[in-house]
C-alpha cells in the first residue's frame, strides 16, 4: 500500500510526457490534485471488507449478447461512392502511407 508520500511523490508532468502531453503550470496543479483526490478514495476503498466477497468483471450476470448477422438493407453503391473523395472500380482510393 502506497503512504502519501509516495502519493504525493507521482509527478504529474512526467505523466503527461509519456502521454506526450503538453501542460501548463496550471493544468499541472489541477491534475496533481485531482490525482490526489482519486488515490485518496482508493484508500476508503482499501478500508472495505470484502472477505468472502467473489469477484467480479461486471456488476451483474452478462452473457453472449450476439444477435444474429443478418444482411439487411444497404444503401445504394453511387450514394456511398459519393462520400468519398476519390474512388475507382467501387473502391476507395486513400493516400499512400509509409514510414
Do not use: C
Request: charged residues 25%.
Amino acid at each position: 500500500m502506497e503512504s502519501k508520500a509516495e502519493v504525493e511523490a507521482i509527478d504529474v508532468r512526467y505523466v503527461a510526457h509519456l502521454a506526450r502531453m503538453e501542460l501548463t503550470d496550471e493544468e499541472a496543479a489541477l491534475y496533481q490534485a485531482q490525482l490526489r483526490h482519486v488515490l485518496d478514495y482508493i484508500d476508503q476503498l482499501r478500508e472495505l471488507d470484502v472477505e468472502g466477497v467473489e469477484p467480479t468483471a461486471h456488476p451483474s450476470p452478462v452473457f453472449n449478447v450476439f444477435r444474429p448477422d443478418t444482411p439487411g438493407p444497404t444503401q445504394p453503391l453511387e450514394a456511398t461512392e459519393a462520400n468519398a473523395p476519390r474512388t475507382r472500380a467501387g473502391l476507395f482510393i486513400v493516400p499512400r502511407i509509409v514510414e
